[in-house]
């Protein structure tokens, strides 16, 4: 079954850098986009980045582009959501999204907290 598995999240401090894998198996996963959620305490979940079939088609909300960079290594299965320059409002859960057969899968989510 499809499975997506997040990683790499933790308490830094404004400013600094986090690098979040999300780890996919279950489906032939260079045929298809993943995207990139979080969703704050209290809050919608929001788009943060996309990614198609290659590391030339990409995506950013306009509230991290320039500072996070989305990529994919299909060798293995892995999506990276490199984030520099953090702020206190990117503070939240994220997600590796993936849509494939009419469905749309997730994972269980990271937590990422920007704090001094």
């Known amino acids: 079954q499809v499975q997506l598995v997040e990683s790499g999240g933790g308490l830094v401090q404004p400013g600094r850098s986090l690098k979040l894998s999300c780890a996919a198996s279950?489906?032939?996963?260079?045929?298809?986009?993943m995207t990139w959620y979080r969703q704050a305490p209290g809050q919608e979940r929001d788009m943060v980045a996309a990614?198609?079939?290659?590391?030339?088609?990409?995506y950013y909300a306009d509230s991290v582009k320039g500072r996070f960079t989305i990529s994919r290594d299909d060798a293995k299965n892995t999506v990276y959501l490199r984030m520099n320059s953090l702020k206190p409002e990117d503070t939240a859960v994220y997600y590796c999204?993936?849509?494939?057969?009419?469905?749309?899968?997730w994972g269980q989510g990271t937590q990422v907290t920007v704090s001094s």
């Open positions: 990614i198609g079939l290659s590391d030339e088609i990409t």
């Open positions: 999204n993936t849509h494939l057969g009419g469905s749309s899968y």
């Open positions: 279950g489906f032939a996963f260079s045929r298809y986009g």
